[in-house]
């Protein structure tokens, strides 16, 4: 079965600073990945995925994330914030075998300083 | 693009009472559509996985006789919570899966706010 971990609950940047949100899987195999953005009152929408190939995956609004296999990690980049990216950042895998299921980490609620 | 409508948005209902939530992708077909729970500030938490016209999957924890889910179409499937109690009052998310393993995509629906009195 899959897990993912966002270690970070809360994390706070100043408007224009780099941003590094971090997400470690546990699968027994390459999984599918995701980073998902909720705002508040909002549905979730998807940033980005990585199903295979290129490691580094361009997505929406500015963000990219590294799918490092030795790490089990896929950490979700953006290298200036703006205030409007201030929300609920959710990493998830997907299994690529087996039965469809698609694991949420616990999130990060980003707060962007002005 | 794709959409998932999921209805109702909010609903306040007596303890004891059942209610439906539907969730229908518009213009797609969704073979696997996934239910979710989401506490107040809080990740989502898989209650289950429905695939048309079987059983649902749920995830250990998740009662089957009190969230039981149809999925009778390739575009709708529903959760109904059965004898609802205050505590069944949470934020519950439908998704929809488009396409085949590996060149999927996941939607999702705006959810719905269940408050059981």
């Known amino acids: 079965a899959q897990s993912v971990t966002q270690p970070d609950i809360h994390i706070t940047v100043s408007e224009g600073a780099s941003l590094e949100l971090r997400c470690n899987y546990s699968?027994?195999?390459?999984?599918?990945l995701f980073w998902y953005v909720q705002s508040p009152g909002q549905g979730l929408q998807l940033l980005l995925k990585?199903?295979?190939?290129?490691?580094l995956v361009q997505g929406i609004k500015g963000f990219e994330a590294e799918f490092k296999r030795s790490q089990s990690s896929f950490n979700l980049r953006k290298p200036s914030v703006h205030w409007s990216d201030a929300a609920e950042y959710f990493c998830?895998?997907?299994?690529?075998?087996?039965?469809?299921?698609?694991?949420f980490g616990t999130g990060t609620r980003l707060k962007v300083l002005a | 693009g794709a959409v998932v409508s999921q209805h109702p948005s909010r609903v306040i209902c007596k303890s004891g009472t059942s209610v439906k939530i539907e969730c229908r992708s518009l213009?797609?077909?969704?073979?696997?559509m996934f239910w979710y729970r989401q506490f107040p500030k809080q990740s989502l938490m898989l209650m289950a996985t429905s695939n048309e016209g079987s059983k649902a999957t749920y995830e250990q924890g998740v009662e089957k006789d009190k969230f039981l889910i149809n999925h009778a179409s390739l575009t709708l499937s529903t959760l109904t919570v059965t004898s609802a109690h205050p505590e069944d009052s949470s934020f519950y998310i439908c998704?929809?899966?488009?396409?085949?393993?590996?060149?999927?995509?996941?939607?999702f629906g705006s959810g719905t706010q269940l408050s059981v009195l």
């Open positions: 699968y027994g195999a390459t999984p599918y």
């Open positions: 990585y199903f295979s190939g290129d490691t």
């Open positions: 998704s929809a899966r488009e396409g085949n393993r590996g060149h999927e995509k996941l939607f």
């Open positions: 998830a895998v997907g299994a690529t075998t087996g039965t469809y299921k698609y694991i």
């Open positions: 213009d797609f077909q969704a073979t696997t």
